[in-house]
């Protein structure tokens, strides 16, 4: 894989000089950010690596990305410090890196922190052979000894020393850590687990005890969304009826859509809370986090039709599209960016905080209610400023109040406007640009939304058009012409998840045919032949110290885990064998992972459950014809997570293997049939007969 272009002259970057800082050579904006360190930074690389094995010097390896808080802490105590900064070009070869423009380097650095037993965290700070290969690190550290951690320059000094006149020690810590990362993409288990309904109700049961019953979420402080285990519950719900899961759901969302994790003025969620009751984020915003909690309000908003969640939905699109459009040179837009900033004026939080002196001279008469509405008080609720949140009243005014307190929050927004706002991180990547289309195009349907269609389609045609070589070749990340090439696994399963919801949402059979193209390139350039499975990196990628493979969720869901349900997903569309058997082999690879921890396999127990339970859709009729896009968009208004829609022209035949092969219209209407199993309900005409054959499939 290379960091640099791959078009004009920007790729001439030739042999690092480590006398420099050569961060201005390089697209991303976390990089950028760095490019006038007094530290000599440089570009991760062939010709870094090459650079520290010239001048036989251990790498300093930093890996942040553009959002992240303690990163810019870090940068402002340490990296922009002459004195520390001198030590580090005087003992170290520097290298920055984006975790999020190379996560193929952070999964491999930060599995090696731990192994050493340390928590996870950025900015990461691991220290490398010249040849890249790790022997210690860390996290944050202080410039100097505080907060129980040892000062910055006191690690930079005793890690040199230990290199030069411990040699032995060194050699014996690499040795360990490189085989431990290369035993982490091996499979730790050769014991298959029959996957069934069985086992994913007790592993929803076992995920609801870990649930705060109170404020929702998974244990204390800090709370991450954690979607994917969230649709698991909601899954177990709809498949048992148990109003436990029901409650574990509606109460999380309630209370992260009312919670100070929410930004009640633009919309939009923030990565995490950093208390057990959703008040105070790192104030960051994520692409992947409001794509994937967009999902997971739709699904449970169709069954309860919470006001608030609706609201939220519409919101939180809203900012998407005013605020988070990729442009290219040319100034036209398309794809969606990665991250909004926690930090402005180098304060974390200061665009979104307020205080009640400033509230009360925007608001005028509408300060009362709304203060009482969003816990605004003189003290503040955080660090004496207040964050908006409706956590103390989170029930709903009547239609009046409601609309007072929209006026006060515009009033806000556009008070709020005036200030100086967060970096943005414009770089477009392919698998987070996957998760928000697949998502627009499923709320596009369920909403009646036609303008979302139109984006996520835009989106998409951005992604096909700029990151991807040939017609099956996808890069990972994209900003100022520079491409980062080839794509990694991620990018391949939730672009190919993209294409097949925008086919199921359009019946346009070019999505259809660009997802299996896709899913070739992973067959051929990321299989792992001896344990199954697909690797992180494809086959010509650069040599780094492993190959990693696996099917556990970080914050975004793993490739392995999205490819069961998209190989699944295909089989259903196109009764084509080869899917099918891919997503069994997919499951037989890491169901053993199942019985040794659960927690981080959602995305791959969520897609176990639309391999066993697809609920088909087979509707005959036309599309451009009212009552045909009637019945899709009826379709997509049940909580029906397992959803597969395949609409059919009367003079067209379903897949052989279809239930509904050979089923035709009602007396030339446009007719639906809902299959589950090898089994169809009676036909339906209408948009209430199909919603109401949809929920007889459910327990609920």
Same mark, same amino acid.
């Given at each position: ?138 996290? %944050? ?5 505080? %907060? ?80 994917? !285990? ?20 509606? &109460? &999380? ?25 959703? !008040? *105070? ?34 919101? &939180? ?50 300060? @009362? ?96 058009? &700029? ?25 391949? *399963? ?24 896709? !899913? ?49 997903? !295909? ?30 396999? @959602? ?69 639906? %049939? ?27």
């Amino acid at each position: 894989m290379t960091g640099g272009a791959l078009s004009g002259t920007k790729n001439d970057m030739g042999r690092n000089n480590l006398d420099r800082n050569n961060l201005d050579r390089a697209a991303s904006p976390y990089l950028q950010q760095h490019r006038d360190n007094p530290v000599h930074w440089q570009v991760w690389g062939p010709e870094a690596l090459a650079a520290a094995q010239d001048a036989n010097k251990p790498i300093l390896l930093s890996i942040g990305y553009a959002a992240c808080h303690w990163c810019h802490v870090m940068a402002h105590e340490s990296f922009e410090n002459p004195e520390i900064a001198a030590v580090m070009n005087d003992l170290f070869v520097n290298i920055k890196v984006d975790r999020e423009e190379r996560p193929d380097i952070d999964t491999i650095y930060m599995n090696a922190l731990h192994v050493l037993g340390e928590q996870g965290g950025w900015p990461l700070t691991m220290f490398l052979t010249p040849k890249g290969e790790p022997f210690w690190g860390g996290t %944050y550290f202080p410039p100097e000894s505080r %907060y129980g951690r040892p000062g910055f320059r006191e690690v930079l000094e005793k890690i040199s020393e230990a290199w030069h006149q411990k040699p032995d020690a060194i050699a014996q810590n690499t040795r360990m850590l490189v085989g431990a990362l290369r035993n982490l993409s091996k499979p730790q288990s050769r014991d298959r687990l029959p996957l069934s309904n069985e086992v994913l109700d007790q592993v929803a049961a076992q995920v609801l005890g870990h649930v705060d019953p109170d404020r929702g979420g998974i244990g204390t402080a800090p709370k991450f969304p954690q979607t994917g !285990l969230f649709d698991l519950l909601w899954r177990a719900y709809l498949r048992t009826g148990s109003a436990d899961y029901a409650q574990a759901v509606t &109460t &999380t969302i309630s209370r992260m859509a009312q919670g100070g994790i929410y930004d009640h003025l633009g919309g939009g969620f923030a990565r995490y809370s950093t208390d057990a009751e959703w !008040l *105070a984020p790192h104030f960051e915003k994520m692409l992947y986090d409001n794509a994937q909690l967009l999902s997971h309000m739709a699904l449970v908003e169709a069954e309860t039709h919470d006001a608030v969640l609706r609201q939220r939905i519409m919101e &939180t699109v809203g900012w998407l599209l005013r605020e988070m459009i990729a442009r290219d040179g040319s100034g036209a837009g398309g794809a969606f960016a990665a991250t909004q900033d926690a930090d402005s004026e180098g304060e974390e939080g200061r665009f979104y905080v307020w205080d009640k002196a400033e509230v009360a001279e925007i608001l005028g008469p509408y300060t @009362g209610e709304f203060c009482a509405a969003y816990d605004v008080t003189e003290d503040g609720n955080w660090e004496h400023s207040n964050i908006l949140r409706r956590s103390l009243q989170p029930d709903l005014k009547d239609e009046a109040g409601e609309k007072r307190l929209k006026i006060a929050r515009e009033k806000l927004f556009a008070a709020r406007e005036k200030r100086i706002k967060p970096g943005w991180d414009d770089k477009v990547l392919a698998d987070w640009n996957g998760l928000m289309i697949a998502s627009l195009a499923d709320l596009s349907q369920q909403y009646a939304q036609p303008a979302w269609l139109a984006a996520a389609e835009r989106a998409y045609s951005f992604i096909v058009g &700029t990151l991807q070589q040939g017609e099956d070749r996808l890069g990972h990340s994209w900003r100022n012409d520079i491409l980062v090439f080839p794509g990694l696994l991620d990018d391949y *399963a939730n672009m190919s998840a993209a294409a097949l919801a925008l086919f199921e949402a359009t019946g346009n059979p070019a999505y259809l045919a660009q997802a299996k193209r896709w !899913l070739e390139t992973v067959e051929s350039d990321y299989a792992d032949p001896v344990n199954g499975g697909y690797f992180f990196t494809s086959k010509d990628a650069e040599d780094l110290v492993t190959r990693t493979r696996h099917a556990a969720d970080n914050a975004t869901p793993a490739g392995n885990g999205m490819l069961v349900g998209v190989f699944a997903r !295909l089989w259903y569309l196109t009764g084509e064998l080869v899917w099918r058997e891919r997503a069994q082999n997919l499951i037989d690879a890491f169901s053993p992972e199942i019985g040794r921890n659960f927690f981080p396999m @959602g995305s791959f127990l969520n897609g176990v459950d639309l391999f066993l339970n697809a609920v088909q859709v087979a509707i005959i009729g036309r599309r451009g014809e009212a009552a045909t896009d009637a019945l899709v968009a009826a379709a997509y208004t049940v909580s029906i997570p397992n959803r597969v829609v395949l609409v059919t022209a009367p003079d067209a035949t379903l897949p052989e293997t279809h239930p509904a092969i050979g089923k035709t219209q009602i007396d030339g209407k446009p007719t639906a %049939y809902v299959c589950l199993g090898p089994t169809c309900g009676l036909p339906v005409t209408t948009p209430a007969e199909l919603a109401a054959s949809l929920k007889a499939t459910r327990a609920v």
